[in-house]
């Protein structure tokens, strides 16, 4: 009987594995939707409602503002979600989540995002990988360690004349980041992508 | 007769037996305290956090449904403070409550509209939740209809008080929905009626 683990027994996730798995991200975006993601899928008891509805709609807006389809409102109904969570919980859980996004909203990232920049690059939607010709070498490492197939180039052959230079397809990339540290030369770099100006 | 305790809400004075929660307590005193899981006789469980009040000399406020008188103890149901965070939650609700008071035969003894309307709540200003679960209409005279339900769990306690045991939450949370054994209508369950 002792083999059997019943499910409820199960070790869980409790709140400092949320905190631990959003501190891993640098981008204040990214870390609160990384853990409401994370406080919903476990520790999220569902027993009162300020935190079960206002964590779930904070996340819908979390990742419109990731999205970069976000604006004033959605930031200004995060915010009233983590005060009102902070009074309404039952439980410490609640209150944590609602304490951590309050601290997440207070630097100026959330403002920087709804002008379409990330500092951290770590939005996917707000970056973009780029090839510097300029420092190229054309070696195809990084078309090599890309699992998209979205960089497209010929690797230099000294008995050719022409090639194909190196450069990544933008509607085929997913933003992995893959490439960046595949390239020994740093030829890749990563832009943002709506201050970009795309050639 | 217990003992009678003594005690304020919203500055009028009431007597009530011993052991009474605020709710039945303010209600002797003809105040509403606002409330969705709720369930007269039964133990709060303080899920819908609707009916927050705040006591004189308490810290942060409590909720009236599961806290019992005490003499001379003194509270407040109406303060900008509580009346916030109810607000918030009907927002909340309202945003994943299909608006469709004109033809739900609810209408006018159903208490979300009525607290809806006590604070002015036209639409939800967060964004509108939609889950397209089915209607269970198998049962002549019970038609189920979980887009409706706002998960304060009074089916689910009742029927597991009365001994029943047919309903029971499927999921946590948002998702969370009442059904009875493998998801089946309420006439091919166990229930009784």
């Known amino acids: 009987m002792s083999e059997t683990v019943r499910k409820d027994e199960t070790p869980k996730k409790d709140m400092k594995d949320v905190l631990a798995a959003a501190e891993q991200m640098k981008c204040s975006v990214q870390r609160s939707q990384r853990f409401v993601e994370e406080f919903l899928s476990e520790p999220m008891c569902g027993k009162c409602h300020p935190c079960m509805l206002g964590s779930y709609e904070a996340l819908v807006r979390l990742k419109r503002i990731s999205a970069g389809i976000g604006n004033d409102a959605d930031v200004k109904a995060i915010r009233r979600i983590a005060d009102e969570m902070l009074e309404g919980s039952r439980c410490i859980k609640g209150k944590d989540t609602a304490k951590f996004l309050l601290g997440e909203l207070q630097g100026a990232v959330f403002a920087e995002h709804l002008a379409g920049k990330c500092t951290a690059h770590e939005c996917p939607n707000y970056i973009m990988s780029r090839v510097i010709p300029e420092k190229c070498v054309m070696c195809g490492l990084c078309k090599d360690a890309c699992r998209y197939n979205a960089i497209l180039g010929e690797k230099r052959s000294s008995f050719r004349a022409g090639f194909l230079p190196f450069e990544i397809r933008q509607k085929r990339c997913v933003k992995c980041g893959d490439c960046l540290p595949a390239c020994p030369y740093g030829a890749i770099e990563v832009i943002e992508e709506k201050t970009a100006v795309l050639v | 007769m217990g003992k009678m305790v003594n005690l304020k809400i919203d500055g009028k004075e009431v007597q009530v037996d011993e052991g009474t929660n605020l709710i039945e307590a303010a209600a002797a005193a003809g105040v509403h305290i606002p409330n969705?899981?709720?369930?007269?006789?039964?133990?709060?469980?303080?899920?819908?956090?609707?009916?927050?009040?705040?006591?004189?000399?308490?810290?942060?406020?409590?909720?009236?449904?599961?806290?019992?008188?005490?003499?001379?103890?003194?509270?407040?149901?109406?303060?900008?403070?509580?009346?916030?965070?109810?607000?918030?939650?009907?927002?909340?609700?309202?945003?994943?409550?299909?608006?469709?008071?004109?033809?739900?035969?609810?209408?006018?003894?159903?208490?979300?509209?009525?607290?809806?309307?006590?604070?002015?709540?036209?639409?939800?200003?967060?964004?509108?939740?939609?889950?397209?679960?089915?209607?269970?209409?198998?049962?002549?005279?019970?038609?189920?209809?979980?887009?409706?339900?706002?998960?304060?769990?009074?089916?689910?306690?009742?029927?597991?008080?009365?001994?029943?045991?047919?309903?029971?939450?499927?999921?946590?949370?948002?998702?969370?929905?009442?059904?009875?054994?493998?998801?089946?209508?309420?006439?091919?369950?166990?229930?009784?009626?």
């Open chain 2, 36 to 193: 969705l899981c709720y369930m007269k006789g039964m133990k709060g469980i303080g899920a819908c956090r609707l009916c927050l009040v705040e006591v004189e000399g308490g810290k942060a406020p409590v909720i009236a449904c599961n806290t019992k008188v005490k003499e001379g103890m003194s509270v407040e149901t109406k303060t900008e403070r509580v009346q916030e965070v109810r607000k918030f939650v009907l927002d909340l609700i309202v945003s994943m409550h299909p608006l469709d008071c004109m033809t739900c035969t609810k209408a006018g003894v159903c208490t979300l509209q009525q607290y809806a309307y006590d604070f002015e709540l036209k639409e939800s200003s967060f964004t509108r939740k939609k889950f397209g679960y089915p209607t269970d209409e198998a049962n002549p005279f019970i038609k189920r209809d979980p887009e409706y339900c706002v998960l304060c769990s009074r089916c689910v306690r009742v029927c597991r008080a009365q001994g029943t045991n047919v309903l029971e939450f499927s999921g946590r949370g948002v998702g969370a929905k009442v059904v009875t054994a493998q998801d089946k209508p309420l006439q091919e369950s166990g229930c009784t009626f």
